[in-house]
Nanobody
Framework: QVRLAESGGGLVQAGGSLRLSCTVP????????MGWFRQAPGKQRELVAR???????YYADSVKGRFTISRDNAKNTVYLQMNSLKPEDTAVYTC?????????WGQGTQVTVSS
């Protein structure tokens, strides 16, 4: 089954940085909008950031100014640079198409931020 592959998570102290990667099967240039989502324990999955093929971006208020989404169509990869991490950023991060999720959800990558 075709799945997205997220990587780059880990344990980091508050104020630290991580860079997440999402490898998309097939040609990403065919996909207009890709997004990064996160789900913390006991909470619903939320959209963190999205990027169009033209490079337009959107960020949730909670991450604006700290996270940067980018895409490399030649590598079929979407990135999420996360700076100034906070304990409340702790979650499993996944990626998918936006607004309709075309791919089955991947396992995601765990991000844990210690205080």
């Amino acid at each position: 089954q075709v799945r997205l592959a997220e990587s780059g998570g880990g344990l980091v102290q508050a104020g630290g940085s991580l860079r997440l990667s999402c490898t998309v099967p097939g040609n990403i240039f065919r996909i207009n909008t890709m997004g990064w989502f996160r789900q913390a324990p006991g909470k619903q999955r939320e959209l963190v950031a999205r990027i169009t093929n033209g490079g337009s971006t959107y960020y949730a208020d909670s991450v604006k100014g700290r996270f940067t989404i980018s895409r490399d169509n030649a590598k079929n990869t979407v990135y999420l640079q996360m700076n100034s991490l906070k304990p409340e950023d702790t979650a499993v991060y996944t990626c998918n198409t936006v607004p309709t999720t075309y791919y089955p959800w991947g396992q995601g990558t765990q991000v844990t931020v210690s205080s």
